[in-house]
């Protein structure tokens, strides 16, 4: 059984910044890959940033220079670190952890970013 617990997302200004995190527990170990995906309303699930083995990254083009990715691995949690925000990042952000023993998704977690 593992576990993917979601926190720190909220309701931030245009320009602020919001730090997310994601912990996996239980049954879950050889971590491949972890990151973040986002959907918004009417909108289709996108690639928002991913972190490899062994720390090699991927950021959606959208995000690219705003948000950073990293992992720590003694904890299993990865987590996402969103400045300058805007409005257009509103969404609910889910985590996906890949791992030898299948692929696993948090529940998700609203960012609404808004004046």
């Known amino acids: 059984q593992v576990q993917l617990v979601e926190s720190g997302g909220g309701l931030v200004q245009p320009g602020g910044s919001l730090r997310l995190s994601c912990a996996a527990s239980?049954?879950?170990?050889?971590?491949?890959?972890m990151g973040w995906y986002r959907q918004a309303p009417g909108k289709q699930r996108e690639l928002v940033a991913g972190?490899?083995?062994?720390?090699?990254?991927d950021y959606g083009d959208s995000v690219k220079g705003r948000f950073t990715i990293s992992k720590d691995n003694a904890k299993n949690t990865v987590y996402l670190q969103m400045n300058s925000l805007k409005p257009e990042d509103t969404a609910v952000y889910y985590c996906?952890?890949?791992?030898?023993?299948?692929?696993?998704w948090g529940q998700g977690i609203q960012v609404t970013v808004s004046s």
């Open positions: 239980g049954s879950i170990f050889s971590i491949s890959d």
């Open positions: 996906n952890v890949v791992s030898v023993r299948g692929r696993y």
């Open positions: 972190v490899a083995r062994y720390g090699t990254t």
